[in-house]
């Protein structure tokens, strides 16, 4: 038995025709398949600044970890063993990092139960509040969706894998929606043009310009002649700059060169176009702004500016986790920004020294959102051990604890 058991509700033949594939570039016999704007994955990943941008978005929230929050706000100790790996086979990084990348493409993305139709599938599965305890990531392209009655708010999906289709109950689909999202759609013309530019450089770079012409003002020459007076030339100008073409010969060029055609500010121009589409700093892309540089003072803002890029994903992966099927119940989850966010120590330090101060934070607080709390206590000071009464579980930067 393989990865998907059979119980998922297998289909043997070739779904109706009605049935509206994502199927991007899908060759398999019977399967429907159709382009997402103009352009698909693997195409659009072949370019350097968006699959760059790309990788930046999925890689900074794929490096975060869960935290549950109760109904009043307070932190718990305890996160559900699916919130860690909620791909048995996978770490939680691979998951959130495909989970993502599908959301910044296309807008959607699917995390499927394959074990739904046996009790193996879910925690409480006696119960009526049973809650997702295994799933499978799907790429988009394979998941397509069935309305057959215009009143039905929850139809079934059909996924595809190793070319069969599996008809799968809404019930058994975790989707994420990000309306931000969908780069490959909105973006086609920005990506299209990458396309024509990197093939104009090869074009360029195999056949460059400006093309010399050798007009004959003299006697004709036969085929030989003319070849090898063409070698010679060839070679003469790869030991010299000047060309010797004797005085019944006219030396002549046509087309442009690279700083005639701007090819170079086209490409740098098309980098400025991506990150405007995928909200992504220029700077993360190699490309520069006129009148903006990149020091040590504005580091920090730049590295919150790939924050705010890519919350929106984040927050569409912590609004459906947090549904009933997955925690629910007065409990909700979050992705934890702290780490991530500890980029400047004398930032840190400074706010320290006017907290500590002022009753706000305590040295305990401070040495444990610095994960300073398992070493030895600084002579002189307090002692660091953590206790709960010093340390609410709901205090935030916090360790807490995975049961």
């Not at 025709?17 to 997402?36: K, Q």
């Not at 460059?208 to 007076?229: L, S, Y």
Request: charged share 20%.
């Amino acid at each position: 038995m393989g990865l998907f058991r059979t119980e998922a509700a297998e289909v043997e033949e070739t779904p109706p025709a009605d049935v509206p594939s994502a199927g991007l570039g899908t060759n398999t016999p019977g399967i429907p398949s159709y382009r997402y704007g103009a352009m698909t994955r693997a195409q659009a990943l072949r370019i350097p600044a968006f699959r760059r941008a790309v990788t930046l978005i999925a890689g900074a929230v794929s490096q975060l970890r869960f935290a549950t929050f109760r109904a009043d706000g307070t932190r718990e100790e305890y996160t559900a063993p699916f919130l860690r790996q909620p791909d048995p086979g996978r770490t939680l990084e691979a998951v959130l990092y495909d989970v993502v990348a599908d959301l910044c493409l296309y807008g959607n993305a699917y995390l499927w139960n394959y074990d739904g139709n046996t009790p193996d599938g879910w925690r409480y599965a006696g119960t009526g509040k049973r809650k997702h305890r295994v799933t499978h990531y799907v790429p988009v392209e394979e998941v397509s969706v069935l309305r057959t009655n215009p009143g039905d708010l929850r139809p079934p999906y059909y996924l595809t894998y190793l070319g069969k289709y599996y008809q799968v109950p809404a019930s058994h689909v975790i989707a994420f929606e990000a309306p931000m999202g969908g780069w490959l759609k909105d973006g086609a013309d920005v990506l299209s043009t990458s396309v024509m530019l990197d093939e104009a450089v090869r074009l360029y770079a195999s056949q460059p310009v400006p093309q010399q012409v050798i007009k004959n003002t003299g006697a004709r020459r036969t085929p030989e002649q003319v070849d090898a007076m063409i070698a010679s030339l060839e070679a003469a100008r790869k030991q010299h700059s000047t060309a010797y073409v004797g005085r019944d010969l006219d030396l002549s060029t046509f087309g442009w060169n690279a700083d005639e055609i701007a090819l170079t500010e086209a490409r740098q121009q098309n980098v400025l176009d991506i990150a405007r589409l995928t909200g992504i700093p220029p700077h993360y892309l190699g490309a520069s702004v006129e009148g903006s540089s990149l020091t040590y003072s504005n580091l920090s803002q730049v590295q919150l500016d790939l924050q705010n890029a890519a919350a929106p994903y984040a927050h569409a992966i912590e609004s459906r986790f947090s549904f009933d099927d997955v925690t629910g119940e007065g409990t909700w989850v979050e992705l934890d920004w702290g780490p991530s966010l500890r980029t400047d120590p004398m930032m840190r330090a400074n706010l320290y020294e006017k907290l500590i101060p002022l009753g706000v934070m305590t040295v305990e607080e401070a040495r444990a959102f610095e994960s300073f709390a398992g070493y030895l206590p600084i002579p002189g000071t307090p002692s660091t051990e953590q206790t709960p009464a010093t340390t609410p579980p709901g205090t935030p930067g916090m360790p807490y604890q995975y049961a």
